[in-house]
């Protein structure tokens, strides 16, 4: 798929807020089908509300095209039956229900169809350690483990755009980095979309293939992530060094 | 010993009866954070509701039947279009609204059908059986094979099937049920309909005994209140316990204290409020809930 394919994704002047305070100005996003774009940027630059405001969890103004249909004003569920998961940040995952139970309500919209027993076992083997628990309270597993299953059970919904907002939040660096090469897989494998919100920006601009920087609720650059690594203001204020 | 045995058996009936209101209640409390003071005047007029329909040559069976149903419907329907409204606002907003459902419910039900004291049909013949020394009540047993029944039936709706995993997943955290597309509000709807349909058996099992009339409820909700409380207020089976610790201490005071009797037994529930907020406020099945502020 090139960047110069029609956007599956098209974000024009979007305004966000949680009630009368906005914090998103007017952003345009772009996403073509199977990429991976990161949006980067400081605590309270806005990334957050940006993917909120996507699901329809926030108030917005502009516009919010998916494949086509305007998704502005939607309700969350209408949305993410439109084939968009989400998976916030903190995981949001059912802390007092079983991995399995958390799993199949990620398919929750498929039905009862025999396909979803398959997806189960394809995301144990993504994640080997989620099959091993699969009978245990979500709320015992560790925090990696339970990033991992938010992102699986997002996965369950089979969607065709997946939003993840900081994955790596409050992860060791080692099981970071393994989440981040399974991220990058599912992106093949799956050929699902992602857009991919990344305080992290080293490991995001590594798989994404373009990226927004956010800067006080306003896009302050956008390019590849070679452009990012080039340019001399984002690499010192995102990537910690200087050209 | 056998007065002591056969008290705390009619206090397990009566217990029974507490439990599958305070059921009721916890059934909306855990999803949506309402303590709904209405439950009792709701149950008192589905109870009118199979009266009536007995009254019009309906079998006792048919009449309870729909009557759940109709209770069901009518609960789902309230939450639409009562509650839906003010949902996210200030608890005591709410509080209030169903408040003013209990005032208007139970209105209702005096203009439709007056205050007069009614007899309500029992399904149990009013028999005793002997049980080696003990004499038992048919009614006593009948009831608490009901309310096993119907807690038994909400146990496998709730372990074991779809509907009861998604409304467990919309019971913990609404956000993320939205994020994997379940329509939480219709969730709610369903379990204020669950809660009105549990509420009315309790409605149709206590009106034989206490009589049908628009107040018949009352003392009933403060035991229920009672039973939610000292089960944590937010665990089906918490309720069913504390129903039936309330119903027996109850009979125990009521029979054994004299300063109590039969007049004063209300004060048992309202001393067990007390108590358990005092000592331990997430009751005996909840958790105890921790806030960052």
């Known amino acids: 798929m090139t960047a110069h394919a029609a956007p599956v994704l098209a974000v024009r002047g979007l305004h966000a807020g949680y009630g009368p305070i906005e ?31 996507l699901t329809g969890e926030v108030s917005t103004r502009g516009s919010i095209r998916f494949d086509g249909a305007e998704l502005a004003g939607r309700s969350t569920e209408s949305i993410v039956r439109r084939g968009i998961a989400h998976v916030p940040q903190g995981r ?106 990344e305080q992290n920006a080293h490991l995001a601009l590594a798989i994404a293939s373009a990226a927004y920087v956010l800067e006080a609720g306003r896009i302050a650059m956008t390019g590849t992530p070679d452009d990012m690594r080039r340019d001399e203001a984002i690499a010192s204020a995102y990537l910690g060094y200087g050209v | 010993m056998d007065l002591l045995i056969q008290q705390m058996l009619s206090g397990l009936a009566s217990g029974a009866i507490y439990a599958s209101l305070a059921v009721a209640l916890v059934l909306i409390y855990r999803s ?55 949902e996210g606002r200030p608890e005591l907003v709410i509080v209030i609204v169903t408040i003013g459902l209990f005032i208007l419910i139970n209105a209702l039900a005096g203009f439709l059908w007056s205050f007069q004291v009614r007899g ?5 013949p009013a028999r005793n059986i002997a049980l ?8 006593t047993l009948g009831i608490l094979a009901v309310v096993t029944l119907v807690v038994g039936a909400l146990f496998l709706l709730f372990a074991k099937t779809r509907l009861g995993l998604v409304l467990r997943a919309v019971a913990e955290d609404p956000g993320s049920a939205r994020l994997v597309g379940i329509r939480v509000g219709w969730m709610l709807a369903l379990g204020w309909g669950l809660a009105a349909a549990v509420g009315a058996v309790s409605g149709i099992l206590v009106a034989p005994v206490l009589f049908l009339s628009p107040n018949m409820m009352l003392s009933v909700l403060i035991f229920a209140f009672a039973a939610a409380t000292l089960g944590g207020f937010e665990s089906p089976l918490g309720a069913v316990v504390g129903g039936l610790i309330v119903g027996v201490s109850e009979n125990l005071a009521g029979t054994y204290i004299d300063a109590i009797g039969a007049d004063l037994k209300i004060v048992v529930p309202i001393l067990i409020i007390v108590a358990v907020l005092l000592v331990r406020p997430h009751g005996l099945f909840g958790h105890a809930r921790v806030e960052r502020v």
């Open chain 2, 132 to 139: 080696g020394t003990l004499r038992v009540g048919l009614p």
């Open chain 2, 32 to 86: 949506t954070d309402i303590v709904n003071f209405a439950q009792g005047e709701m149950a008192m007029f589905s109870t009118y509701v199979a009266w009536q329909m007995v009254q019009s040559g309906a079998s006792y069976w048919l009449a309870v039947g729909a009557t759940l149903i109709a209770a069901f419907v009518g609960g789902l329907v309230l939450e639409r279009v009562v509650i839906r409204p003010v």
């Open chain 1, 92 to 197: 949001g995952t059912f802390v007092n229900l079983t991995v399995a139970e958390n799993l199949r309500l990620g398919a929750y919209l498929r039905g009862r169809g025999a396909d979803v027993g398959d997806d189960l076992l394809r995301m144990y083997e993504y994640f080997p350690v989620l099959g091993e628990r699969q009978d245990q309270r979500a709320g015992s597993l560790s925090g990696g483990e339970q990033q991992m299953l938010a992102i699986a059970r997002a996965l369950m919904l089979r969607p065709r755009m997946l939003l993840l907002d900081e994955p790596s939040l409050g992860l060791a660096p080692l099981v970071t980095r393994v989440l981040f090469e399974i991220i990058a897989t599912i992106n093949r494998q799956e050929e699902v979309t992602i857009v991919l919100v």
């Open chain 1, 23 to 53: 914090v998103r100005h007017g952003i345009d996003v772009d996403v073509a089908a199977g990429q991976v774009v990161a949006i980067l940027g400081a605590n309270g630059a806005g990334k957050t509300t940006t993917l909120r405001a």
């Open chain 2, 120 to 124: 309500f049909p029992s399904p149990f």
